[in-house]
């Protein structure tokens, strides 16, 4: 009797497993999907308020769990994932904008900034073949004429170089951080001031990140020529210049008298704008 029914009991659930799993396959799917959408509203939040490496970690965990068949949601979370990384200057934001296309992103802007992406990543073959998809749609556009013409122009000069050749110059650099933007303090040209996001307190054991960039905050540093005309070791410029916040690009009058430069309030990522000072 009790194996009868143990038997009984088993055969039920062998015609009803197929629709158990069907059910919770259904739930996870819409589990995810609306977890997607959720993922994508903070992505734009953060994306509106300028957070732009915040949004692409968001952006990034959207796109993942979107399912395969939607190529709508995973080519707007893809294209938005782009956009972010093109905004801070990350290299793969190429990737994502193939992705874009390969999911049929529906404004043909994509293949604009896919060859933007690929002109600054190198690949000029890439990038002429998508300029020209774009101004297959948009003839009259400047972005793309100008585009496609320097991409053509900047095939032609690598194939044929100069006599002059641009290094790194090491006494300037520092490792895994990023140096930009230098300006001569006086017309001498024996000192200058750059822009670098380097570590520069010994004490500090990690440097913050900004939700903007997501790179530690730029500061400005200073480096002078000795007597000998050789230039010395950079330093952080000291006063009231440097803060907690992100510090930009300076520019100086011809005689030298003042500085001005950029700061991004971006302590406690509070994202209040920039400001000229």
């Known amino acids: 009797m009790k194996y009868g029914l143990k038997n009984r009991v088993l055969l039920f659930m062998r015609k009803k497993l197929p629709?158990?799993?069907?059910?919770?396959?259904?739930?996870?799917l819409l589990s995810a999907c609306g977890s997607a959408r959720t993922l994508l509203r903070k992505a734009d939040n953060s994306f509106e308020r300028g957070e732009y490496a915040v949004a692409s970690d968001l952006y990034k965990k959207a796109y993942r769990r979107i399912s395969y068949k939607d190529k709508p949601l995973r080519s707007e979370a893809a294209f938005k994932q782009a956009e972010s990384y093109r905004l801070i200057n990350n290299s793969r934001a190429e990737q994502m904008y193939q992705n874009a296309v390969r999911n049929l992103y529906p404004d043909t802007i994509v293949f604009l900034r896919l060859a933007q992406m690929q002109q600054k990543n190198g690949k000029y073959k890439e990038a002429e073949k998508s300029y020209e998809t774009y101004l297959?749609?948009?003839?009259?556009?400047?972005?793309?004429i100008n585009g496609l013409r320097g991409v053509r122009l900047l095939d032609s000069l690598k194939n044929n170089p100069s006599r002059y050749i641009v290094k790194r110059e090491k006494d300037f650099n520092a490792v895994r951080s990023s140096s930009f933007s230098p300006s001569f303090a006086s017309s001498d040209g024996d000192v200058l001031v750059f822009t670098s996001n380097r570590k520069y307190d010994k004490k500090e054991k990690k440097q913050k990140r900004n939700n903007a960039s997501g790179q530690p905050n730029n500061h400005l540093f200073t480096v002078k020529k000795n007597s000998q005309g050789e230039w010395e070791k950079p330093e952080?410029?000291?006063?009231?210049v440097n803060s907690n916040n992100d510090e930009g690009v300076s520019s100086f009058?011809?005689?030298?008298?003042?500085?001005?430069f950029t700061r991004s309030i971006t302590e406690d990522n509070k994202g209040e704008g920039t400001m000229i000072v």
């Open 19 to 28: 629709f158990y799993i069907f059910i919770l396959m259904i739930i996870s």
């Open 136 to 144: 297959e749609v948009f003839p009259e556009d400047e972005l793309g």
């Open 236 to 240: 952080i410029i000291e006063g009231e």
């Open 253 to 260: 009058p011809t005689n030298g008298s003042s500085m001005y």
